[in-house]
Antibody, heavy 117, light 109 residues
Framework: QVQLVQSGAEVKKPGASVKVSCKTSGYTFTSYGISWVRQAPGQGLEWMGWISAYNGNTDFAQTLQGRVTMTTDTSTSTAYMDLRSLRSDDTAVYYC??????????WGQGTQVTVSS | SSELTQDPAVSVALGQTVRITCQGDSLRSYYASWYQQKPGQAPVLVIYGKNNRPSGIPDRFSGSSSGSTASLTITGAQAEDEADYYCNSRDTSGNYRVVFGGGTKLTVL
C-alpha cells in the first residue's frame, strides 16, 4: 500500500533552517510528483511547492521563493523540504503529499515544526 | 496568483444534504479537488476531477462545477462527516502552482 512517512517534530530558533523528510513506499517513486503543504495553528492549508521525482523540476509558492528548497533521493524514494531563515510564523505542521494528476491522493502524517527563541 | 473562496462554516442536520462551495477564477480552467480534514489528522482526498471518488470514499460524497464555482455535496450527512473541508485547484499563474481555499468547517447537528 502507498505510504508517506515523515520525519519527527523539530524545534528551531529564529533564523535557523529545518529539513523535513518524506519517505515513500508502495509505488514507483519517479512516476509521481511530491508537493509540500503546511498548516499554521488554527489556520488553513498552504501549498508550499512541488518537485518532480522524475527529473527534479520544482515550482514554489511566490511567498516562499528564495527560502525553500525541495530535493529527492530516488535511491531511497525519499523527498526532502528545506526551509531557511525561519521565523515565528513558519511554526506549522508540514505535510508531504503525492501528486497524481491535479490532486493530492496520499499524504504523510505531518511534521510539527516550532520556531521559538 | 489565484484565490479560492469558501464559506468559513456550514451546518447540516443529521441525514440531510449539504453543499459546500468554492469560488475562484482558476475553476474556469481547472477542476477542483476536495479534501476532508479531521482534528489532528492529515487531509484526505474525497473528490477529484469532474466527479471522482477515491477508493473507500462513500458515495454520499459528490462533486460538481459550474463556471467559477465548484461544489462538494454530501447527501445524507453522517456524524462522522463533521470536519474541515478544503478545495484546491491549479493556480493559473504557474505551471505546477496550486491554490487552496480557506476551508469550510462542517457541523453535523
Amino acid at each position: 500500500q502507498v505510504q508517506l512517512v515523515q520525519s519527527g517534530a523539530e524545534v528551531k530558533k529564529p533564523g535557523a533552517s529545518v529539513k523535513v523528510s518524506c519517505k515513500t513506499s508502495g509505488y514507483t517513486f519517479t512516476s509521481y510528483g511530491i508537493s509540500w503543504v503546511r498548516q499554521a495553528p488554527g489556520q488553513g492549508l498552504e501549498w508550499m511547492g512541488w518537485i518532480s521525482a522524475y527529473n527534479g523540476n520544482t515550482d514554489f509558492a511566490q511567498t516562499l521563493q528564495g527560502r525553500v528548497t525541495m530535493t529527492t533521493d530516488t535511491s531511497t524514494s525519499t523527498a526532502y523540504m528545506d526551509l531557511r531563515s525561519l521565523r515565528s510564523d513558519d511554526t506549522a505542521v508540514y505535510y508531504c503529499a503525492r501528486e497524481s494528476g491535479y490532486q493530492f491522493d496520499y499524504w504523510g502524517q505531518g511534521t510539527q515544526v516550532t520556531v521559538s527563541s | 496568483s489565484s484565490e479560492l473562496t469558501q464559506d468559513p462554516a456550514v451546518s447540516v442536520a443529521l441525514g440531510q444534504t449539504v453543499r459546500i462551495t468554492c469560488q475562484g477564477d482558476s475553476l474556469r480552467s481547472y477542476y477542483a479537488s476536495w479534501y476532508q480534514q479531521k482534528p489532528g489528522q492529515a487531509p484526505v482526498l474525497v473528490i477529484y476531477g469532474k466527479n471522482n471518488r477515491p477508493s473507500g470514499i462513500p458515495d454520499r460524497f459528490s462533486g460538481s462545477s459550474s463556471g467559477s464555482t465548484a461544489s462538494l455535496t454530501i447527501t445524507g450527512a453522517q456524524a462522522e462527516d463533521e470536519a474541515d473541508y478544503y478545495c484546491n485547484s491549479r493556480d493559473t499563474s504557474g505551471n505546477y502552482r496550486v491554490v487552496f481555499g480557506g476551508g469550510t468547517k462542517l457541523t453535523v447537528l
